[in-house]
């Protein structure tokens, strides 16, 4: 669909001097373009030194890249297009660029990838997008490391990657997975294994638990001084350096683990859910449930009777029939609390 647009950064690229065509192809010439190892720190002459064997011997650079590769002669792609060039197919780097331009602009805000792809790829993006437009190609790069299997890099021949399906099959969910990625940091390698993504579904129904207690005002002479839209704040702050989504969670946690302990009041509550639904937001993590029913909310007012009275049997008996309908009840210093079921 973006032929068209990426032959015409070849012409300008072309027009204005940065081209050269050898036999397999026409090819950016690296040399032309002054910041081009500054993105990767690349070092140049390095990598000329290492360039034993070149693909094609006819390169200026051992940089350079291809820009759109002439097809075969003695053979016909299934993939090739009529170019002013010849017949053949956009480079590697040149679709991205092209998509870049049409889409978003000569400048895009936050260009996101791989940290392999530093050196080449995006190195690459940028000498094109940026020598073609007379503009930064990008304001923001967000460059994310790899995630390991068992602490092990992820191979075929290890057989030890894992699909989405493989996580809902054992039962758990894509808020269990995002919450197992958002404990490491985006730039760090972060490792995945059945037993941590068990801590994290564990966490995460933690977190759901107690979301719950805005639904259960509790009396208190409690002294707030404003825990929830405090965290909303360290939680924003945290997100806005970096995407510092460890200490983002930490954050909400400590504030959280402050309801458990004092309860939700009516004085805390509008907070405590403004801070429920920011976590949600700002994090993705699905955290807030509904109420539980009118007859639901009878039999928690008998189970509390009975335990006034001494009558553990009854008690247990509506805790029981509250459990059939999903909910569990805890017996805590602030009084008896309910969660949905895990």
């Given at each position: 669909?973006?032929?068209?647009e990426?032959?015409?950064?070849?012409?300008?690229?072309e027009?204005?001097?940065?081209?050269?065509?050898i036999?397999d192809?026409?090819?950016?010439?690296?040399?032309?373009?002054?910041?081009?190892?500054?993105?990767?720190?690349?070092?140049?002459?390095?990598?000329?030194k290492?360039?034993?064997?070149?693909?094609?011997?006819?390169k200026?650079?051992?940089?350079d890249?291809?820009?759109?590769?002439?097809?075969?002669k003695d053979?016909?792609?299934?993939?090739?297009?009529?170019?002013?060039?010849?017949?053949g197919?956009?480079?590697?780097h040149?679709?991205?660029?092209?998509?870049?331009?049409?889409?978003l602009?000569?400048t895009?805000?936050?260009?996101?990838?791989?940290?392999?792809?530093?050196?080449?790829?995006?190195?690459?993006e940028?000498?094109?997008?940026?020598?073609?437009?007379d503009?930064?190609f990008?304001?923001?790069?967000?460059?994310?490391?790899h995630?390991?299997?068992?602490?092990?890099?992820?191979s075929?021949?290890?057989?030890?990657?894992?699909?989405?399906?493989?996580?809902?099959?054992?039962?758990?969910s894509?808020?269990?997975?995002?919450m197992?990625?958002l404990?490491?940091h985006?730039?760090?390698?972060s490792?995945?294994?059945?037993?941590?993504?068990?801590s994290?579904?564990?966490?995460?129904?933690?977190?759901?638990?107690?979301?719950?207690?805005?639904?259960?005002?509790?009396?208190?002479?409690?002294?707030?001084?404003g825990?929830?839209i405090?965290?909303?704040?360290?939680i924003t702050n945290?997100?806005s350096n970096?995407?510092?989504?460890?200490?983002?969670?930490v954050?909400?946690?400590?504030?959280?683990?402050?309801?458990e302990v004092?309860?939700?009041?009516?004085?805390?509550?509008?907070?405590?859910?403004?801070?429920?639904e920011?976590?949600?937001?700002?994090?993705g993590?699905e955290?807030?449930?509904?109420?539980?029913?009118n007859?639901?909310k009878?039999?928690?007012?008998?189970?509390?009777?009975a335990r006034?009275?001494?009558?553990?049997?009854?008690?247990?008996n509506?805790?029981?029939?509250?459990?059939?309908?999903?909910?569990?009840?805890?017996?805590t210093?602030?009084?008896?609390?309910w969660?949905?079921?895990?």
């Amino acid at each position: 669909d973006f032929i068209e647009e990426q032959i015409t950064l070849v012409t300008v690229l072309e027009q204005k001097g940065y081209t050269y065509v050898i036999d397999d192809g026409v090819y950016f010439d690296t040399s032309k373009f002054s910041r081009y190892a500054d993105f990767a720190h690349l070092d140049l002459d390095a990598i000329k030194k290492g360039a034993r064997v070149e693909y094609n011997v006819q390169k200026l650079n051992p940089s350079d890249f291809a820009l759109w590769k002439f097809s075969p002669k003695d053979e016909k792609r299934d993939m090739q297009w009529q170019s002013p060039w010849g017949v053949g197919f956009p480079g590697w780097h040149l679709e991205c660029s092209a998509m870049a331009l049409a889409k978003l602009g000569p400048t895009i805000d936050i260009h996101a990838g791989g940290i392999d792809h530093i050196a080449v790829h995006h190195t690459n993006e940028i000498a094109q997008s940026e020598c073609a437009n007379d503009a930064p190609f990008a304001n923001y790069w967000l460059h994310n490391n790899h995630m390991l299997s068992n602490g092990t890099k992820i191979s075929k021949s290890l057989n030890n990657g894992y699909t989405l399906n493989d996580i809902y099959n054992k039962g758990y969910s894509a808020n269990d997975f995002r919450m197992l990625l958002l404990q490491s940091h985006y730039r760090t390698e972060s490792n995945f294994s059945w037993d941590n993504l068990q801590s994290a579904k564990n966490r995460l129904a933690n977190w759901a638990n107690i979301a719950c207690l805005r639904w259960q005002i509790t009396v208190s002479n409690l002294d707030y001084n404003g825990q929830y839209i405090n965290a909303i704040t360290k939680i924003t702050n945290a997100l806005s350096n970096d995407l510092d989504t460890p200490t983002a969670l930490v954050e909400a946690e400590k504030s959280l683990n402050y309801a458990e302990v004092n309860g939700v009041t009516e004085q805390t509550v509008n907070d405590f859910t403004k801070f429920l639904e920011h976590i949600q937001s700002s994090l993705g993590l699905e955290v807030l449930s509904k109420d539980i029913n009118n007859d639901q909310k009878q039999i928690l007012a008998k189970r509390k009777n009975a335990r006034d009275n001494n009558d553990w049997q009854e008690s247990d008996n509506l805790r029981n029939l509250l459990l059939e309908q999903g909910i569990e009840v805890k017996d805590t210093k602030i009084g008896q609390i309910w969660y949905r079921a895990n």
